[in-house]
């Protein structure tokens, strides 16, 4: 079964190099969002729908169903393909962003949503030198090993598929668990310091789709601040999913 990771923003695939290494004996692919560290495929929208459906064919293409994990964006884009083709997915693993009616999106997301605002962030960004861009980064969370990382990655090309996704964000309980639906086996993770959505929206999707929750103690990024923790609740839920499986082929 292969296990495929979806990052967020302004991250790239190599936020789950940590996790991935405690995880080597899975067959596993950390996908790169079209514009993050990568080109995008022709007329390529950037929007929520477009990410979905681009995450779609990448999943397709395995061609079979897939233990799915994302974070922030990527949870967000996982969540929409969850609820979307669950056909495609084993299992999930969601967590630092969810999908509700009633979130009002944190400050920066404002911004990217605003048309001029959201450009003149972009530009005053990239306007910053290398160590004036970490402290920034580090000032809304990113860990201190990791920053500068991010801060190297960040470029036009990612801002400004940035702009779009979250301008076609503003409502996405679209893509919100509905209750009594029957989804593959579900796990949510949330920080709880998370800065950027309370960890009551984790819980909150946990329970209407009758996934385990877990709740760890650190910020937003989860898979570099508790890799071990992430690694085991991971390998815990995995095998939980390949029982339920078993079962099923078992009793059809």
């Not at 893509?175 to 009594?180: I, K, L, N, Q």
């Not at 946990?206 to 071990?228: F, K, M, S, T, V």
Request: aromatic residues 10%; glycine residues 8%; proline residues 6%.
């Amino acid at each position: 079964m292969t296990v495929v990771y979806v990052h967020g923003v302004p991250d790239t695939a190599t936020v789950w190099d940590p996790l991935r290494s405690l995880l080597a004996d899975h067959d596993d692919l950390a996908v790169r969002l079209p514009g993050f560290g990568t080109d995008s495929p022709a007329a390529f929208t950037a929007t929520r729908f477009a990410y979905m459906n681009w995450l779609i064919g990448e999943l397709d293409a395995i061609g079979e169903p897939v233990d799915l994990v994302g974070h922030d964006q990527g949870s967000v884009i996982a969540q929409g393909v969850i609820v979307t083709r669950p056909d495609l997915v084993r299992s999930w693993v969601l967590g630092g962003g969810v999908c509700a009616d009633d979130y009002l999106w944190h400050p920066q997301a404002r911004v990217w949503q605003t048309a001029e605002l959201g450009e003149a962030s972009r530009d005053q960004l990239l306007a910053l030198d290398p160590a004036a861009r970490v402290q920034v980064l580090e000032a809304v969370g990113v860990p201190p090993g990791r920053a500068d990382e991010v801060a190297t990655g960040i470029d036009r090309r990612m801002l400004d598929h940035i702009l779009p996704l979250y301008r076609s964000e503003p409502f996405f309980g679209d893509w919100a668990f509905t209750a009594g639906t029957a989804y593959p086996p579900g796990l949510v993770l949330w920080g709880r310091d998370d800065p950027f959505q309370s960890a009551s929206f984790g819980r909150s999707a946990a329970d209407i789709a009758a996934a385990d929750y877990l709740e760890l103690d650190c910020g937003h990024w989860w898979q570099i601040e508790r890799p071990e923790e992430v690694a085991a609740a991971l390998t815990g839920h995995w095998n939980r999913a390949a029982a339920t499986s078993a079962d099923a082929r078992t009793t059809s």
